[in-house]
């Protein structure tokens, strides 16, 4: 079955510089890889996803890239600010089409 | 625009007491999901239901159960419960179910057991 590993699971960095989380995947027929922010006392929300016909994506800050053939995709914040501290899951579905998750990252903003 | 709402947001039992942890969606999704979340295990999926009137077990389901009272609502039973289901349990939707899923979550409930 599907097996999804997070690194790291803690990332400190200066505010305004940027931050790489890096998630592995196991099953090669995976397709679709999202990314959510779980905010303190919050569910997760879902920032960026992308599919595996794609290799980056990007929205504002935020992108997400794929390398199918090593079978990891990362997530980028650039510019980063005191919002963006947070935990952050990666995900990969199952042959059921059940999510996956890694263990999460936490990211610390400072000042 | 409520989204996924859980209810009760704390909780805390006795070992072998029983509760329902209740979640309702008001986005007209068809699947729902139940999950919990412990520190550096990430989430976990408990059961789902793809439609009305199915449910189906997810990677940990043992020790719950649940309903799927109706397109809105998702119910998780614990009948007997134990210290390792000290969690926080999310309750999600999903439009449909399939291998691209975005889930909507609630807020969390968190439970603990003694």
């Known amino acids: 079955g599907e097996n999804v590993e997070q690194h790291p699971s803690t990332l400190s960095v200066q505010e305004g510089d940027s931050a790489v989380i890096k998630c592995t995947y196991s099953?090669?027929?995976?397709?679709?890889f999202p990314w959510y922010k779980q905010e303190l006392g919050k569910g997760p929300q879902l920032i960026i996803d992308?599919?595996?016909n794609v290799g980056e994506k990007k929205d504002q800050r935020i992108a997400v890239t794929l390398n199918k053939t090593a079978k990891h995709f990362s997530l980028h914040i650039t510019e980063t600010q005191p919002e963006d501290s947070a935990v952050y899951f990666c995900?990969?579905?199952?042959?059921?089409?059940?999510?996956?998750w890694g263990a999460g990252t936490k990211l610390i903003i400072k000042p | 625009n409520a989204g996924v709402t859980q209810t009760p947001k704390f909780q805390v039992l006795k070992t072998g007491q029983s509760m329902t942890l209740q979640c309702a969606q008001d986005?007209?999704?068809?699947?729902m999901y139940w999950y919990r979340q412990d520190p550096g295990m990430g989430l976990r999926l408990i059961y789902y239901?793809?439609?009305?009137?199915?449910?189906d077990k997810g990677e940990v389901p043992n020790g719950y159960n649940v309903s799927r009272l109706n397109k809105r609502e998702f119910s998780l039973r614990l009948e007997s419960a134990a210290p390792s289901q000290t969690s926080v349990y999310f309750c999600?939707?999903?439009?449909?179910?399939?291998?691209?899923?975005?889930?909507?979550f609630g807020a969390g409930s968190r439970l603990t057991v003694l």
């Open positions: 995900a990969a579905p199952d042959s059921n089409y059940q999510l996956i």
């Open positions: 239901s793809a439609s009305e009137g199915t449910t």
């Open positions: 099953d090669s027929a995976s397709n679709y």
């Open positions: 999600a939707s999903s439009a449909t179910y399939s291998g691209a899923n975005v889930l909507t």
């Open positions: 986005m007209n999704h068809n699947s």
């Open positions: 992308i599919r595996s």
